[in-house]
């Protein structure tokens, strides 16, 4: 089997979109859970570029696990660790006490997700081209 970074790459980017779609539809744990799966499925893009494998879904701990080569701007780890928080909570209501998901998320939280999300997919753009 072939090198598949580019799919990975290309379903980033849909993720992208569905996380700009969700924001718009006022859907904003889902905005946030799509911002986090663009930034994961990016940052594994660069993993299959350069024929590596990577696993989990840990934002702050595949971007740390990249080749000590790949110099990652301290911010974008701060905005992995920003995303990571919405991999979970932004789908289940027991990461509350009571309420659902989408009780919870803002607008502002969305529009900053993605805007992180872009940065971190800027980024590994700059690796795989």
């Known amino acids: ?25 006022g859907d904003y744990e889902w905005s946030c859970f799509a911002a986090q799966q663009a930034a994961e499925k990016a940052i594994k893009a660069v993993f299959h570029k350069l024929g590596m494998d990577a696993w989990g879904h840990t934002l702050t701990v595949l971007i740390g696990n990249l080749p000590e080569s790949i110099q990652t701007p301290p911010e974008l780890i701060d905005y992995a660790r920003i995303l990571d928080k919405h991999y979970i909570p932004t789908r289940y209501p027991n990461g509350f006490d009571s309420g659902a998901p989408t009780d919870f998320y803002t607008a502002t939280e969305a529009h900053h997700a993605i805007q992180y999300a872009e940065a971190i997919l800027t980024f590994c753009r700059h690796q795989i081209n």
Request: zero cysteines; proline letters at 0%; charged letters at 40%.
């Open 1 to 25: 089997m072939g090198n598949r970074y580019e799919d990975w790459w290309r379903q980033a980017e849909a993720d992208l979109r569905h996380a700009r779609n969700a924001l718009d539809d």
